[in-house]
């Protein structure tokens, strides 16, 4: 009887997703949607522009269009979009953004670094209304004609109107149109610090070239110039050696320049040479053209009687009507509902939170500074004092619990932290509370005068 080997059957490999091959759009398109669905309040409408190029060693590289949208994408999406694309492919693969169209020149800050844009802060995405109209206007002149127009430009106005927005939309257009330019853009607080170290380190000569060969200087918060002698006596030739050279100042402040306490009438005075515009509190009619852009930049459609609900019922400023719209995206989203009145009504805590019982931020600031007696550009800056840093994670959990600001937006009134710094703020307090009597007093004591 004659045998017949018949050969052994083997099981097939696994399937690889090819390496340095052409990224697949229709996983991408997943990995698009699994990030608006996780991330509701992250999500931009120029997500859709992303383009993947390719999967190479396990990254998979993705280009986007300009240098404000790479600041946005590397420092806020790396992990979301890496997480969303391993749950897709199914491997352990990372997320790498690109830009082909970085400017020659930058906006630089701490440590003579380029500092991030934020991509939302453009012309096009302010609205104009009463409020801001001179303000925006003088913007856009300084973006066309750069120390021609109006120079120096100071705009003023109370927190979240709009002036780092605007301050920011003009760095980008002068980009835009002289990629070449050098463009100083940074808070009062670091230039104050950087001019600190700078003497400490004997490093005035290369401090005093890296902003006097500047083509634009613009910086936020210039009030914390108050009772600063050295220091204004620094600003002042570096502003008259711009000025002179016919390079671009812009500053803002929470106030005009003559009501910046101690602030020597010499820089009043300069301060007060060019356009001096006011920001106010935007009127309902441009709140509810605010609410609108803002949500279709998260390509969110809000019905008209959710607009005008929220228009109505946040007025302080911008940055609230922001975080309505994400607290109301991400209550829609949990609840896999569409967003209507009732739902808005819900999520703002129409029946719970009285508008005269709101707190604001400023009102933390205020408590948390006067309980433990420390300055506010302190708790702004990056000192890391004991004596600093836990009066500045109070302010960060208080702002967490009594107001309606994501993590993002919190960091931001605090020297432009992220939102994990303002997360490892929480969680701290919130250990210590647990822990510890008399932090638990002491806090119980600022939200007893905070509530009434």
Known sequence: ??????????????????????????????????????????????????????????????????AAQLNF??????????????????????????????????VYSDSDQPMPLNPDYVFENFVTGPCNRLPHAACVAVAEQPGKAYNPLFIHGGVGLGKTHLLQA?????????????????????????????????????FRYRYRQADMLVIDDIHFLARRERTQEEFFHTFNTLYQNHKQIILSADCPPSEIPELEERLVSRFNWGLVARIEKPCYETRMAILQKKAKLRGLSLPDDVVSYIAAKVENNTRELEGAIIKVQGVAMLQGGKIDLDLAKSALGDSVIPDQKRISIQQILDAVTKYYNVRLADLQSDKRHKSIAFPRQVCMYLARQHTSYSLGEIGGYFGGRDHTTVLYAVRKVTDRLKDKPDVAGQVAFMENQLTG
Not at 78 to 102: D, M
Not at 171 to 199: G, T
Request: glycine share 6%.
């Open 1 to 66: 009887m004659t045998t017949t080997h018949m050969p052994v059957a083997r099981e097939a490999p696994a399937r690889r997703a090819p390496e340095n091959t052409p990224f697949d759009p229709t996983a991408w398109q997943q990995i698009l949607q699994m990030v608006r669905q996780q991330h509701p309040a992250l999500h931009r409408v120029w997500f859709d522009q992303l383009v993947p190029r390719q999967l190479t060693n396990g990254v998979i590289q993705v280009k986007v269009g300009t």
């Open 73 to 106: 994408c590397q420092g806020q999406c790396q992990q979301p979009f890496t997480a969303a694309a391993q749950a897709v492919i199914g491997r352990l693969v990372a997320v790498s953004f690109h830009c082909e169209n970085l400017p020659h020149g930058g």
């Open 170 to 206: 003009v760095c980008q257009k002068v980009l835009e149109r002289e990629p070449a330019a050098r463009i100083m853009y940074l808070s009062c607080d670091s230039f104050i610090n950087q001019f600190m170290v700078a003497v400490e380190t004997g490093e005035m000569h290369q």
